[in-house]
């Protein structure tokens, strides 16, 4: 699992990348009260507006951490927006995206330095 300096992680299985929010961004949202997911077939950049979550404290974009295009979208979290709250790293996945360059994972944070990034805020 990688991490971005905006708080997502990206899991790479093979050349699809899923992802999600951390769970330090979970617990910064608050109890997430709505979740859009991106379409299948949206393509994005690194740093594109991927997902929308809502909570009870403010709106936020989730960002692309890496390229590609979207193979699957977690339409679970429509009926249980709450999931991204409970496994923020597992079950509360927004996306699963075709990496369109894999290089771009190596640049994010491995866990280490995302908790040592986190030791700064």
Do not use: C
Not at 22 to 49: I, M, R, S, W
Request: proline content about 4%; hydrophobic content about 45%.
């Amino acid at each position: 699992m990688r991490f971005t300096k905006d708080h997502e992680w990206v899991a790479v299985e093979g050349d699809i990348a899923t992802v999600g929010i951390t769970a330090y961004a979970a617990e910064q949202l608050g109890d997430v009260v709505f979740v859009e997911v991106p379409e299948v077939g949206k393509t994005v950049k690194q740093g594109d507006g991927l997902a929308v979550v809502e909570s009870v404290k403010a709106a936020s974009d989730v960002y692309a951490p890496v390229s590609g295009e979207v193979v699957e979208a977690n339409a679970a979290l429509g009926d249980a927006p709450e999931t991204v709250n409970a496994v923020p790293e597992t079950g509360g996945w927004f996306a699963k995206l075709k990496l369109s360059n894999p290089s771009e994972v190596e640049a994010l944070m491995d866990r280490d330095a995302y908790e040592a990034f986190l030791g700064t805020l």
